[in-house]
């Protein structure tokens, strides 16, 4: 047994010897451009021209998107913008307008045009006004005061 042991003893000493053709073998396997195993993944090589096309293509369809997306909160943001001008424009019709009473807050009152051009501001709607109809030529507006003294244009006339 002792003369065993001895060989084993010299063989751990000199090293593994791999019993393969060192010509057939990988070092680092794990580095090759292809699969190195009978069942290892079937490696492809990338068209690259194809892979950054695509890439491209996927760009310019998510900026388009985005794009498209900016350009409707715009729209949004000019028509909230072309509301709130309107509503200032009558605001100051109606702080112009003859008013026989103090207006209430939450009320609907109707906006009317003289025939000298001045405005008139009423609780009578164009509709309400019975047989003799209305006084007033132009009905311009049906309008809601809102709590904070602006108005809200219900219905608009206003040319």
Same mark, same amino acid.
């Given at each position: 047994? *002792?003369?065993?042991?001895?060989?084993?003893? %010299?063989?751990? !000493? !000199?090293?593994?010897?791999?019993?393969?053709?060192?010509?057939?073998?990988?070092?680092?396997?794990?580095?090759?451009?292809?699969?190195?195993?009978?069942?290892?993944?079937?490696?492809?090589?990338?068209?690259?021209?194809?892979? *950054?096309?695509?890439?491209? %293509?996927?760009?310019?369809?998510?900026?388009?998107?985005?794009?498209?997306?900016?350009?409707?909160?715009?729209?949004?943001?000019?028509?909230?913008?072309? !509301?709130?001008?309107?509503?200032?424009?009558?605001?100051?019709?109606?702080?112009?307008?003859?008013?026989?009473? !103090?207006?209430?807050?939450?009320?609907?009152?109707?906006?009317?045009? *003289?025939?000298?051009?001045?405005?008139? &501001?009423?609780?009578?709607?164009?509709?309400?006004?019975?047989?003799?109809?209305?006084?007033?030529?132009?009905? &311009?507006?049906?309008?809601?005061? &809102?709590?904070?003294?602006?108005?809200?244009?219900?219905?608009?006339?206003?040319?």
């Amino acid at each position: 047994m *002792k003369k065993n042991e001895e060989e084993s003893e %010299e063989k751990g !000493k !000199k090293g593994f010897v791999n019993p393969i053709d060192k010509d057939k073998i990988a070092e680092n396997p794990h580095l090759l451009p292809y699969a190195h195993t009978v069942g290892g993944a079937v490696i492809r090589p990338m068209d690259k021209g194809r892979t *950054k096309g695509l890439a491209v %293509e996927a760009m310019h369809e998510q900026t388009n998107m985005q794009l498209d997306q900016l350009r409707k909160q715009m729209e949004l943001i000019a028509s909230q913008a072309q !509301k709130i001008q309107k509503r200032v424009e009558v605001s100051e019709m109606i702080y112009s307008a003859d008013i026989g009473f !103090k207006p209430l807050i939450n009320h609907v009152y109707y906006l009317y045009q *003289k025939e000298d051009l001045t405005a008139v &501001l009423s609780v009578i709607g164009d509709h309400e006004w019975g047989r003799s109809g209305c006084p007033y030529p132009n009905f &311009l507006a049906q309008v809601r005061l &809102l709590a904070d003294h602006t108005w809200q244009i219900l219905e608009d006339h206003i040319p």
